[in-house]
């Protein structure tokens, strides 16, 4: 099946610091990407969508100068988390389609765990 | 996108067959319906997709009746490493994903 990987896998910072988070998709191209975010116990929240070549769609109540995003190609895609703070710690993955998927299907990347001290 | 209700959570024991039933009353003609694992710290992964009847993979079989106003996923003989929570979905959408709260499902020893 498609692979999707994220870099790193863990991240810890101090706040008011960015942090980059990259995903990567290893055997195909995406046009798009999705980024989620997920708090412990909670499922997978929807923050925005990635275009390749355009800017990102962002999901109601997502602050795009907090988390901005850029598909600079067809295998990645980046988010970068600007001045963090510890409520923005969680568990951020990010997700890709192809082209011969069915319907809803996509391939998830690892997460990375993003902790803000 | 239609909406979906899962049980919160299941408990069961090795071996046993688990059946995880999601509602979706307001299904509409060009949904789909898929269903994802997810284990703690990893990113979800696709189990199966259907649109009506019966279809079965290598790992589970996904029940949709004539209505399609539910769907019930069944794991046959369940092991330790099937403790996960498990997401139904319901769209047309060939991209974008709106994961409900899931079932979390416990296998006991």
């Known amino acids: 099946g498609a692979v999707v990987s994220q870099h790193p896998s863990r991240v810890i910072c101090k706040s008011g610091t960015s942090v980059k988070i990259e995903c990567r998709s290893l055997?195909?191209?995406?046009?798009?990407m999705f980024w989620y975010r997920q708090f412990p116990k909670k499922s997978l929240m929807l923050m925005a969508t990635?275009?390749?070549?355009?800017?990102?769609?962002?999901e109601q109540g997502v602050e795009k100068d907090k988390f901005l995003i850029n598909h600079a190609s067809l295998t990645l895609s980046t988010l970068t988390v600007t001045s963090a703070h510890p409520e923005d710690s969680s568990f951020y993955i990010c997700?890709?389609?192809?082209?011969?998927?069915?319907?809803?299907?996509?391939?998830f990347g690892p997460g990375t765990r993003l902790t803000v001290l | 996108l239609a909406k979906t209700t899962q049980p919160i959570s299941m408990d069961s024991y090795e071996g046993q067959e688990v059946n995880i039933t999601c509602s979706h009353n307001n299904i509409a003609t060009n949904d789909y319906i898929t269903w994802y694992q997810q284990f703690p710290s990893q990113g979800p992964r696709f189990i199966i997709q259907g649109y009506k009847t019966k279809v079965t993979n290598e790992v589970a079989s996904l029940f949709i009746p004539a209505d399609r106003k539910s769907s019930t996923l069944s794991l046959p003989r369940v092991s330790l490493s099937d403790t996960a929570v498990y997401y139904c979905l319901v769209g047309d959408d060939r991209d974008k994903i709106i994961f409900g709260k899931g079932t979390r499902l416990h296998i006991l020893p």
């Open positions: 990635s275009n390749e070549g355009s800017k990102a769609t962002y």
């Open positions: 997700s890709a389609g192809t082209s011969g998927s069915s319907y809803n299907e996509q391939f």
């Open positions: 055997d195909f191209q995406a046009t798009t």
